[in-house]
């Protein structure tokens, strides 16, 4: 039998389902592997935060990002490079889904067109006090096997995974390379603080700047567009090897190169 654990579910109310208005946070424990030769395998927190028919999964420091980008204006702190993101929105209305990249202060949304074609299969079993049931789909190249929840009449999941009869309570591929799983379901305010859209890429479009990105990491340094700078444990300005550098993020890129999308991956020299 599944056991998925940690999963906090008794707070959860018929009341809380039906408040639209009220902001809902759904928290899924994911698990991948960064190098599927190795060892590799990362832990994290993310939220899927669901309000009126909109919804975003993102990290928590994300959605902090996000908050103090919806009220002042300013980015705080942002991800880099174009590497493995999981930042993923939705309109639930309309069923689009977007990918979205953020590189300093430069935002990309790629729209997701692949669609998820599920097979809901008979097998049936318990998430905490919510009966399951599974069905199986293919994304990104990696065939997925999804618990999802009828009493939870949310029609979303993690990642850009929706469409089911209920919330996706745990999901994974058939490599393990990625595990969802739901831990705890809350209330966390009334604004959803979603970022807006980014340069719309295609994937061809995406993976040119990846590659770009790749092959000169720094050039924005460089070229005195951004400042950068570089101090030790004891805070003393170091020179800068953008040499050195650039050798160790282009190691860093290769030995990480295992997104969720296989059949978008780039082939790093």
């Known amino acids: 039998m599944m056991t998925i654990k940690k999963l906090l579910l008794l707070a959860f109310s018929v009341l809380f389902l039906s408040i639209s208005a009220q902001l809902r946070t759904f928290v899924y424990e994911v ?39 919806s009220n002042t204006g300013r980015w705080t702190w942002y991800d880099t490079g174009f ?19 953020q590189n300093a202060r430069e935002l990309y949304t790629i729209p997701i067109k692949e669609n998820l074609q599920w097979k809901i299969l008979p097998d049936k079993d318990k998430a905490g006090e919510f009966a399951v049931q599974k069905a199986t789909t293919n994304y990104g190249g990696r065939n997925w096997t999804a618990w999802f929840a009828a009493e939870i009449p949310i029609l979303d999941g993690p990642h850009v995974f929706s469409g089911l009869p209920g919330l996706i309570v745990k999901i994974e591929d058939e490599k393990k390379d990625y595990q969802f799983t739901l831990t705890e379901i809350k209330k966390s305010g009334k604004q959803l603080f979603q970022r807006g859209k980014g340069l719309i890429l295609t994937w061809a479009q995406f993976q040119k700047l990846a590659k770009d990105y790749y092959n000169d990491p720094f050039k924005e340094y460089k070229a005195g567009q951004s400042k950068l700078r570089v101090v030790d444990e004891h805070g003393n300005v170091l020179p800068i090897d953008y040499k050195d550098m650039t050798l160790s993020e282009q190691k860093q890129i290769r030995e990480t190169n295992n997104p969720v999308e296989l059949n978008y991956k780039i082939s790093y020299p």
């Open 31 to 69: 698990k991948y592997k960064s190098n599927p030769n190795k060892d590799s395998i990362i832990t994290l927190k993310m939220n899927l935060d669901v309000m009126d028919k909109q919804s975003v999964f993102r990290t928590d420091k994300q959605k902090e990002t996000d908050s103090i980008f």
């Open 83 to 101: 590497g493995n993101q999981l930042y993923i929105s939705k309109n639930l209305k309309t069923k689009e889904t977007f990918k979205n990249v």
